[in-house]
């Protein structure tokens, strides 16, 4: 189901303003860190209360996903981004002044929320705006936006930064919040709403289950894997099991409908983008890592050394879209997943053989075209044959499941590289860490095998 009326010109019109938030959003994981060891000099912050800057940012925008996605539905798409827009824009135009690392981090928790109420929509308003037959075209312009971050975060926060201080780092995002405040309001439709309520014991009960996975996770290295950690994580999985049980008996407004899972390439797109999730957030710290204190690069050379990969998935990604359309559901994705799986093999034992740099330009080539082959087509197979109903709902199941395989990624690279360290060499400790996502993809290359073209079913 598409929007009524609306044009394709009018679409990719929407699109685009879709796309300054979209960017904006996920921008802040590497622009923000950029700035981080200034922020620490800057506001007298141990260690691990810096670290909070960039956690509490991934927990608040982490965890109310499902419920996000959902108030698309009830309260209507356009609106529900419009109004994460506003906090997340005025939370870092606060976050500019804040005069205590305790103030920093408490705004940027309001960040995160606004980024979470903005990021399921996209989505859900690509899926009911573009006819069945042009969405994969659609997720590969949005998909390319989305590569594009991991590209101009660091060069931007370096520039700003360097240039002008951290502050200037989140006055950036006000002019570009400014921008999409007027370009959605102007050009993106408001389609008709589809959930009549939410439940709100769900809602409360899905985010203590992935609060407590999330933080457990995200937080079980710093406090050394503590007994209370392990309860956190405990108290999480027993929530995720009383969430299941509530979905199934409340039906039709469940805060995810049962209905979603009825549809096979729903189902498989979402076990692929948890392992996409775990394996591509958790291979920059390695490969950074390796690059700086392994091969002794520089900062900024150890960042150009990952230029070709962020070049390769904005060009590719759109091509990759647009193949999706037109060939068999799962071919694309599974030449992605190939890629991916070979790139971080080849950097892995590149890294345990103490390889000279420019080899790694192979890997970081390789990588980059992985990302446009894998992220687009996923999204795309997995949301296009969602009923309009059922659109918020099946993004906000699709980002969560990204980001919680994100941070599960992110914990068991960082566990293997501290078990080799002070035991084996360096580059074998990293290098070792760059199998572990490799390993997991090998999950996510069997589910997109099994992507078929039939509709729901």
Not at 47 to 60: I, P
């Amino acid at each position: 189901m598409t929007a009524p009326g609306l044009s394709r010109h009018s679409s990719w019109q929407a699109l685009a303003a879709l796309c300054v938030g979209l960017f904006m959003t996920l921008l802040d994981q590497s622009l923000v860190a950029v700035a981080l060891p200034r922020i620490r000099e800057d506001l007298d912050a141990s260690l691990n209360q810096v670290v909070w800057v960039s956690a509490v940012y991934l927990l608040t925008f982490a965890v109310p996903l499902l419920v996000t996605g959902r108030l698309g539905d009830r309260f209507g798409q356009q609106r529900v981004y419009l109004v994460g827009m506003a906090v997340f824009t005025t939370a870092a135009f606060a976050c500019a002044f804040a005069p205590t690392i305790e103030w920093l981090i408490a705004l940027r928790a309001l960040q995160g929320l606004g980024g979470s109420l903005i990021n399921p929509q996209p989505l859900s308003i690509i899926t009911r705006i573009f006819p069945r037959e042009r969405r994969g075209t659609a997720m590969g312009v949005w998909s390319a936006v989305a590569g594009s971050t991991g590209l101009f975060g660091p060069v931007i926060g370096g520039l700003l930064v360097g240039t002008v201080g951290w502050r200037a780092v989140f006055f950036f995002y006000v002019p570009l919040g400014l921008i999409s405040l007027v370009m959605v309001a102007r050009f993106v439709p408001r389609l008709p709403r589809m959930a009549a309520r939410i439940d709100l014991v769900s809602a409360l009960v899905s985010l203590i289950a992935v609060l407590g996975v999330v933080f457990a996770l995200q937080q079980g290295p710093e406090f050394d894997w503590a007994p209370w950690i392990w309860g956190v994580l405990a108290l999480g999985a027993l929530a995720f099991g009383g969430f299941v049980r509530l979905q199934r008996r409340i039906g039709a407004d469940a805060l995810v409908p049962t209905a979603l899972f009825a549809h096979h390439n729903f189902r498989l797109g979402i076990i692929a983008v948890s392992t996409l999730g775990f394996a591509v957030y958790s291979v920059n710290l390695p490969i950074m890592l390796y690059l700086q204190q392994g091969a002794g690069l520089s900062a900024q050379v150890a960042g150009l050394m990952l230029v070709p990969m962020g070049v390769l998935s904005v060009v590719l990604a759109p091509y990759a879209g647009r193949l999706t359309d037109r060939l068999a559901p799962g071919l694309i994705s599974r030449a992605g997943f190939l890629l991916l799986i070979t790139s971080m093999t080849l950097f892995g034992l590149l890294m345990l053989i103490d390889a000279p740099v420019p080899a790694f330009l192979a890997p970081v080539t390789l990588l980059g075209a992985a990302n446009a082959l894998a992220w687009s087509p996923n999204s795309a197979i997995t949301m296009r044959d969602l009923p309009a109903s059922l659109a918020g709902a099946g993004s906000g199941v699709y980002n969560t499941s990204r980001q919680v395989g994100a941070v599960l990624g992110a914990a068991a690279t960082g566990a293997v590289m501290q078990m080799g360290e002070g035991t084996v060499s360096f580059g074998a400790a990293v290098g070792t860490a760059m199998f572990v996502p490799a390993a997991v993809l090998l999950i996510g290359l069997a589910a997109v095998s099994g992507f078929r073209a039939d509709r729901p079913g």
